[in-house]
C-alpha cells in the first residue's frame, strides 16, 4: 500500500508502533504484504463506536454536574463518606475520551499514509474494558439516578445548536479518510455501503434544524424578564447550609427568597435542618456519640444549641468555593449554630426577604403538632405573612384558615378540574416542558424551578419565561445580565444554510482532490511493480 505524499517513512513508522504496538519500519510493511483485513476493518469500526460512545457519555457528565451535589449528599447518607464524586467521574471520564480518541486519530493517520490497521491486543482489550465501564455507567445512571435523561433532553435546547455544527464539522473532516479508503480499496461492495452510509449521515446533519427547537431561539425583544433567584438552603457555596450566614449571603446575592428545611425539636422548637439525622452538617458525633444515629426531632432545643453547625462546611468543603473564602467568613462559618425558625423570621424580617420552606419529617406521628407550633412562631414573629411561603401538604386547609395571608406554593402541576386556582408552583427543572412553563406565565401562574445551578440551565429557563429558580449557586447567576446565548430565527437559518454549503463543499473538494492524488500514485506505483518484477525474475534466474 503507497503512502501518500508528504507521509515520511518515520512518521508512518511513529504511527504503526503506537497502534499496532510493533516496532516496523512502514517500507518493511509494505514489502510484508501486509494489508487491512475484513477484521481490521470490523476493529476500526468497533473504535469508532468506543469514541462516540464515550463522547455521548462526557456530554452526560457535564450535564448531570448541575445535579451531582445530591449525588454526593446520597452517598453520605450511605456510606457517611464525603466526598467530591464529580471530580473522580470528569477524570475518569477525560481518561476513557483521550484513550479512545489517541487511537482514532492514530488509525485516520494510518489510513491517509496508506498504512494497514493493525490494532494490537492491548488496545482491543482496553476498548472493550472502556466499552464496558461507559456501559455500567449509562446502567447506573439509568437505574438509580433516571431523572438525569431529562436533564439531558432539556440540555439540547441549550446545546442543539451548536452540538449540530460540531457534528457537522467532524463528519466533514471524516470525508478525508474515507475518501482515501475509497479510492484505495478494491472492495466495491464495501466502497459503495460506506459511502451510502455515509451520504446518508450527512443528509441527516443537514436537515437536523428542522427538529432542533430552543427556547433561546427568539428576537431580543422577546425575552421575558430575568427569573429571580431563590437560595436553596441560603447560599450553601459560600456558608454553612440553613444558618443565618448563608441567610445573610443570600440577601447579598440578591436572593428574593430563603428555601429552608423546618424541623421540630423534642420540646417544641422550630428549627432549620435538612436531613432526617445531623450527622452531616453538625459534630453530634463528637458531642452526643451514643445519639447521633437518633432523628433531629429527638433532641431537644438545649441540645441542639450545643451543636456546631459550621466546622463540617470548612473540613468536608462541599463545594469548591470553600477554598476561596476569605478569613473572616471562614472565623464566621465556624461559630455558626443551628438557627431556630424564630431566630431565621426575625433576619428575614429585617432583610426583607420571603421565606419558603418545607417542614420534616411529614410521615411523623406528632406532624399536626409540628404544623401548630411552625404557625405559632411565625404569627409571634410579627413578619409579614405575604413573606412567608407555604409548601408543605399536609394540613394545608388548617394553615389556610389560621393564616389566610400566608401564600400557599404547590409540589405539583394543577388539575384540570381545580376547585381554586394555583397561584404558585414550585417543582424540579424536568417536570416542566417550555410549553407548559409559557402557558402558565400566560395565566398569571409563578413557577419556580429547581435546583438549578449551571448557567446554561439558567439560560434555558431564562427564555422560557420561568418566574424564579432556586439554586446553589446564586453568586453566579447574580452576574448573568443576559442569557448565554439568544439568536433570532432568521440568523439561525442563514447560518444553517452557510454551514450545510460549506460543509457540501469541502466534501467535494475531499473527494477530487484524494481522486486526483491517486490517479498521479498510479503510474509510478506501475513502474514500480514492473521494476520489481525484473529483479525478482534475475535473482531467481
Known sequence: MAELPGCCRPCATCLLCLYSCRWIGAKKEKRQGLRTTKCDCSWFLF?????????????????????????????????????????????????????????????????????????????KS?????????????????????????????????????????IMGGMTLLAWPLASFFYRSRNTGLKVFLLLVYCAVMIAVYLAPLVITSPCIMEENQLPPKPALVGHRGAPMLAPENTLMSLHKAVGCDVQVFETDVMVSADGVPFLMHDEKLIRTTNVQAVFPERASLNSTAFNWTD?????AGSWFLERKPFSTVQSL???????????????LEEVLEAAKQSNISIMFDLRPENHTDYQSFVNATLDAILQ???????????????REQVKQQVPGVQQVYGRKRLQNEKEPLLHVNLPYQDMSSEEIRQY??????????????????????????????TNACQVLKEMKHPIWLLPSSTYLM???????????????????????????????????????????????
Open 381 to 395: 414573629s410579627g413578619i409579614a405573612l405575604q413573606q412567608i411561603l407555604w409548601l408543605p401538604d399536609g394540613f
Open 126 to 166: 482496553l476498548l472493550i474494558i472502556t466499552a464496558l465501564v461507559v456501559a455500567a455507567a449509562f446502567t447506573g445512571l439509568g437505574i438509580k439516578w433516571a431523572e438525569e435523561w431529562r436533564s439531558a433532553r432539556i440540555s439540547l435546547q441549550a446545546t442543539g445548536p451548536f452540538l449540530h455544527l460540531g
Open 441 to 470: 406565565r400566560q395565566d398569571n401562574i409563578s413557577v419556580n424551578l429547581y435546583v438549578v445551578n449551571q448557567p446554561w440551565l439558567f439560560s434555558v429557563l431564562w427564555c422560557a419565561g420561568v418566574s424564579s429558580v432556586t
Open 326 to 340: 476569605s478569613a473572616g467568613d471562614r472565623n464566621q462559618a465556624s461559630k455558626q449554630k443551628i438557627p431556630s
Open 304 to 308: 441542639l444549641q450545643q451543636l456546631d
Open 47 to 123: 473504535l469508532f463506536c468506543v469514541f462516540l460512545f464515550t463522547l455521548v457519555w462526557l456530554y452526560f457528565a457535564i450535564v448531570i454536574l448541575n445535579d451531582f451535589h445530591n449525588f454526593n449528599e446520597f452517598i453520605f447518607k450511605q456510606r457517611k463518606l464525603w466526598l467530591d464524586w464529580s471530580l473522580i467521574l470528569l477524570i475518569a471520564t477525560a481518561v476513557l475520551i483521550t484513550y479512545s480518541a489517541v487511537l482514532l486519530v492514530l488509525a485516520l493517520c494510518l489510513q491517509l499514509c496508506g498504512q494497514p490497521l493493525k490494532l494490537h491486543w492491548v488496545h
Open 495 to 541: 447560518i444553517w444554510i452557510v454551514a450545510d454549503c460549506v460543509s457540501f463543499l469541502m466534501i467535494l473538494w475531499a473527494f477530487l482532490l484524494v481522486k486526483r492524488c491517486s490517479r498521479r500514485r498510479q503510474p509510478a506505483e506501475s513502474e514500480t511493480d514492473v521494476l520489481l518484477t525484473k529483479i525478482n525474475s534475475l535473482m531467481q534466474e
